[in-house]
């Protein structure tokens, strides 16, 4: 390999990466905003090559901070090495939960750095007291040079360091604002290399705006190892944790908190949150079994028609995909016969929760047909099943678990597609297995 192919070169203004210098770049257009990327993979510090079977493996390694609700999304803890955004809207939490994964990282014996760049150290101190989690093994540093960061993690070596905020990080040498996507990612790549060489774990929190994100973010998306998202509405205190990107564990993964007068408590029963503030009786509701990741999780659809509108009807969903909504619209109208297909419709998903499972589609439409007929679901049934186009019930995977959850929060009868055969139901549980749309709406709305 030529030492020519070896050279790597960085436009300052975009971050786009090119093997040979160019007056101009080509992503973002800008003149003489590329330069070489000092100390990019020279041939001297080529990687060994070792049989596959002598790598060691990660499982044994991961650090387990005891927050039960954050390992587990992660893949059942922080990879050594690895780095994980932490993304979510200001004032989510993401300091807090940061605060108190280091504080159980800590307290499984190993050595913590919070790096603040956002607050001053008594204010970071003053919250540590108050969630408790000040421990002698929990260093903290106001540093937001991503070189000098480096240097201090690479002399101290901690397990893992919490840095708040990637957008916060400013190498003083380039010329750009700190949060601009130049800082952001030239903090992140220089602290993933440092962290990668002397094996720490590192977590970034980045802030995200309503809109999705900013600039920083997205952009260190594929950089990073896996990107959390810490989500929750303002005017409720639950928090949802999940993984949009992991190659450590499973994205399907969801964690449950509660933001608390002492910070972030584990939520162990989400499900029975979830259902808390279903008001039983009302039309347009339906109880969905759902499975998130390794669990069953119970969630209430939610949907409302309006109009007949004029013109092309709205379909506006929150939780599940529009496109999904259309087609279940259209199976209610045209195999079950519902002359629904002209509203407006909304449905929404209680607490903030997304359904991509398919096995959720029968809640959404007993929902609607729920509304459309303005008649409530039996408070006492939930329901599980994949609508196709033919208007049939699809069988899905897990259903004991399914069942199981719902027989524990006080269901006393399921819906479920006929297709999965017979199941062992608990006791109290009455299985009523459906093969179609029309069948279940029969069975559910009489
Ligand atoms: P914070 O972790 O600072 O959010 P972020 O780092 O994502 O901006 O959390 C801030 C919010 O959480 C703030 O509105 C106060 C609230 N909060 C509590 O309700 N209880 C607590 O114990 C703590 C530490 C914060
Ligand atoms: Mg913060």
């Known amino acids: 390999m030529s030492a020519e192919r070896e050279r790597l070169f960085v436009c300052r203004q975009c971050g786009h990466e090119t093997l040979r210098w160019l007056g101009r770049c080509p992503a973002c257009g800008e003149w003489n905003t590329i330069e070489e990327r000092i100390g990019g993979g020279s041939a001297a510090a080529a990687a060994a090559l070792e049989p596959l079977a002598s790598v060691s493996l990660e499982a044994g390694r991961r650090l387990a901070s005891s927050i039960g609700e954050f390992d587990r999304v992660v893949g059942g803890g922080l990879v050594p090495g690895s780095m994980v955004l932490l993304g979510g809207e200001p004032g989510v939490g993401k300091s807090t939960l940061m605060l108190q994964i280091a504080a159980g990282l800590c307290a499984a014996g190993h050595q913590v750095v919070y790096a603040a760049g956002e607050e001053s150290l008594p204010q970071v101190r003053d919250r540590a007291e108050r969630l408790g989690c000040l421990h002698p093994r929990l260093l903290a540093v106001a540093e937001t040079n991503p070189d000098r960061l480096s240097a201090q993690l690479d002399r101290v070596r901690p397990a893992a360091v919490m840095i708040d905020s990637v957008q916060s990080l400013r190498d003083p040498d380039l010329t750009f604002p700190p949060g601009s996507l130049v800082q952001v990612r030239e903090g992140a790549i220089r602290i993933q290399r440092s962290g990668r060489a002397s094996g720490v774990a590192v977590v970034l929190a980045g802030h995200i705006n309503k809109e999705g994100a900013l600039a920083g973010p997205k952009a260190l998306e594929h950089l990073v190892d896996a990107v959390l998202t810490f989500e929750g509405e303002r005017w409720s205190s639950y928090r949802l944790l999940r993984a949009g990107k992991n190659r450590f564990g499973s994205t399907q993964e969801l964690g449950?908190?509660?933001?608390?007068?002492?910070?972030?408590?584990?939520?162990?029963?989400?499900?029975?949150?979830?259902?808390?503030?279903?008001?039983?009786?009302?039309?347009?509701?339906?109880?969905?079994?759902?499975?998130?990741?390794?669990?069953?999780?119970?969630?209430?659809?939610?949907?409302?028609?309006?109009?007949?509108?004029?013109?092309?009807?709205?379909?506006?969903?929150?939780?599940?995909?529009?496109?999904?909504?259309?087609?279940?619209?259209?199976?209610?109208?045209?195999?079950?016969?519902?002359?629904?297909?002209a509203f407006d419709a909304y449905v929404k998903v209680a607490g903030g929760v997304r359904l991509d499972e398919p096995a959720a589609d029968l809640g959404l439409a007993m929902a609607i047909a729920s509304v459309f007929r303005d008649r409530p679901l039996d408070a006492g049934t939930v329901v599980v099943g994949e609508v196709g186009l033919s208007g049939e019930v699809r069988g899905v995977h897990r259903v004991q678990e399914r069942i199981r959850e719902a027989a524990r929060l006080g269901f006393q009868r399921c819906l479920l597609p006929k297709a999965v055969g017979a199941v062992a139901a608990p006791t109290g549980m009455e299985i009523v297995p459906v093969a179609s749309v029309a069948q279940a709406l029969s069975a559910g709305l009489g």
């Open 256 to 341: 449950v908190f509660r933001m608390g007068e002492r910070g972030l408590e584990e939520v162990a029963n989400p499900s029975q949150v979830l259902l808390a503030e279903r008001t039983a009786g009302v039309s347009g509701s339906a109880v969905v079994a759902a499975i998130e990741g390794t669990r069953p999780l119970l969630c209430e659809v939610q949907a409302l028609l309006s109009g007949p509108a004029y013109g092309t009807p709205r379909r506006t969903a929150a939780g599940v995909d529009t496109a999904r909504l259309a087609l279940i619209l259209a199976v209610l109208e045209r195999r079950c016969g519902l002359r629904c297909g």
